[in-house]
DNA sequence: TTGTAAGCGTTATCAT
DNA sequence: ATGATAACGCTTACAA
């Protein structure tokens, strides 16, 4: 039932290099034998073994997707489902095809990591919200693996897609300066993590730009997490702000109980912009305003340029930033 | 750098065979050379080639998850999520990886198919969330592909896992009517999808055990959206019911929003309850009560049982039910 | 217990 | 333009 390339060989009447050369459309090969090899592979349905195929061109035509674990299911966030979603397209539409790993589980991550990469499975892969102190990036680099990082990564050596954090979160904060208010907190994201560093230097730019003071006592860290904002919320509300920037829209909610608590009032006493627009952003009440990142976009570029770097059609480090767009609903006290 | 069996066999001082035994502990190696071989091995970090390897096992050690691309972002839903990692724990913990395919995307899925499958990328497949006429299903019988379908499948070749929905919804509606209610109508989901059948099984037979009638006008079905729960409810608003059944949780808030819309309280006035426990039910105001899924035991389940399929750990078609659990919020009306 | 040698299904080199 | 033939890196009889 399963065919090999001997056996369309005699069916057709060729040898098997002749057989290899059509599939693979090497230019000579008679135009009629061509076509007649082709209908018996169609017929019979013939695909080339993909394992004895790569033992031989070192190419597996499949890509790693390499995440957290802990990070997979994150709390009602639909990030990896979209970035997938953008990355097995634009693979499939490259013939190639995904392999996906859930690093730091229960199993040694070193084995996977030794099974995966150095047993010749992947061509390339695609890493997602590595840590700044995540050993899988120096290590990709040492073993010389074609790599990319969806996120920037301040290695200069590495290349990466992401979106623009500073520029998004800059957005954010003018608009609730144009909206009159003045003592703008925030909720950053993890310092350890370049989307928190890059965007606490745009709601630090955004600040400086309109002449105005960066205060520290207006800024709390937090986790990107619900449970992180309302407690980054917690210690600012000694500080009696008029309007939040959270560095995720998780954050944003978990910020906006913790001012419910408090008795202030939406985006009345406070106003709000979010980042990320979830789809939670729209249901909930009042809409949060929010800085929406194209996530999908995201992944098929970060396979579009892996896939580059593969097939050696770039060269050296790539770097790609995607621009987000401010979404004004409810929280930030607009209309 | 990258050293093959022969380059082993050379530093160990022995043949190519002797360090193949070793790496798949065939017992046939006398303990010193073993632990030799092994020393060698880790010393220099040595690891087979999967394709060659696979090139004569016909094994790669590979299962796909097949998912229909449009079902993949589901609004906020992390049901896949943490499908995948119910799935890659397992596997990983097997030693085997995960490819993924989005079905029905850009890319003719003929040509995805024939690639993977015939290609002999995989050992196995799960598919999840196939509708009753995808023709997937059927073509992977006929070509002799072990799968294994997350969501029970009405043909009894097929293997699957599934949570039981037929009492989770009786569990849900025998609640409601504890709590008094009378006019307990049901948002069900689709009838051409087996959660959607069982679910409204569920529905009529909890309602028939109490020696209630089952009535159509109570009925409403929707799509697991919440448009489409919304749009549901609008139909059964005339039944003025004082209670309902959401066969998702989406599609009670759907629900829950033509319900404000049309002045209704929940639950003074109408008793709520949703069904998967999403991460959205236990934010939202009223908490949701709703019947809560293992879907990530599920996944770990769908790999478990794929596997030893692949394996040959057990013969013919395996049916999987796991228990669901009903979670308690305010949106029925209780405490 | 160990080694030799024959594949596994391709691609690629070299003649023809 | 086509056909032998030698790899590719591994497993697995079969011999020793």
């Known amino acids: 039932m399963t065919h090999t390339l001997e056996g369309i060989a005699r069916l057709a009447g060729v040898s098997r290099s002749t057989v290899s050369r059509v599939i693979n459309n090497h230019p000579s090969v008679k135009p009629e ?3 007649h090899v082709w209908q018996i592979i169609r017929q019979v349905g013939y695909q080339p073994h993909a394992a004895a195929r790569s033992l031989v061109t070192k190419r597996t035509h499949v890509i790693g997707l390499f995440i957290p674990r802990a990070v997979t299911a994150l709390f009602g966030d639909p990030f990896f489902p979209l970035l997938i979603r953008g990355i097995t397209d634009t693979c499939n539409a490259h013939g190639c095809h995904l392999m996906l790993s859930l690093c730091s589980g229960h199993i ?11 047993g010749g499975y992947l061509d390339g892969v695609v890493v997602a919200s590595t840590n700044l102190d995540d050993p899988l990036v120096p290590r990709l680099i040492g073993d010389g693996v074609r790599f990319l990082s969806v996120g920037a990564y301040p290695d ?13 979160t800059r957005m954010a904060v003018e608009h609730l300066l144009r909206q009159g208010r003045r003592r703008i907190a925030t ?9 928190g560093r890059d965007r606490l230097a745009g709601y630090r730019q955004a600040l400086e730009a309109r002449g105005m003071a960066y205060d520290e006592a207006l800024v709390a860290e937090g986790d ?10 917690q210690r600012l509300l000694a500080q009696a702000p008029d ?5 995720s829209d998780m954050m944003a909610i978990g910020a906006i109980k913790a001012l419910r608590e408090a008795g202030r009032r939406i985006p009345q006493d406070v106003a709000i ?12 009440e009042p809409g949060l305003t929010t800085v929406r990142q194209p996530i999908e976009r995201l992944g098929a570029m970060a396979a579009e340029v892996l896939l580059d770097l593969v097939e050696g059609r770039v060269e050296g480090p790539q770097h790609v930033i995607l621009p987000v767009q401010l979404v004004v609903r409810q929280s930030c006290g607009s209309r």
């Open 273 to 284: 912009v979010g980042f990320d627009d979830l789809p939670l952003a729209s249901i909930m």
């Open 33 to 35: 034998v061509r076509e």
């Open 187 to 195: 909720i950053c994201g993890p310092r350890a993590m370049v989307a």
């Open 243 to 247: 309007a939040l920037f959270a560095a």
């Open 156 to 168: 200069s050596r590495v290349s990466y897609v992401d979106v623009d954090n500073v520029s998004g």
């Open 108 to 118: 040694d991550p070193d084995d996977l990591y030794r099974q995966v990469l150095r």
């Open 224 to 233: 990107f997490s619900e449970d992180g904002g309302r407690a980054a919320m």
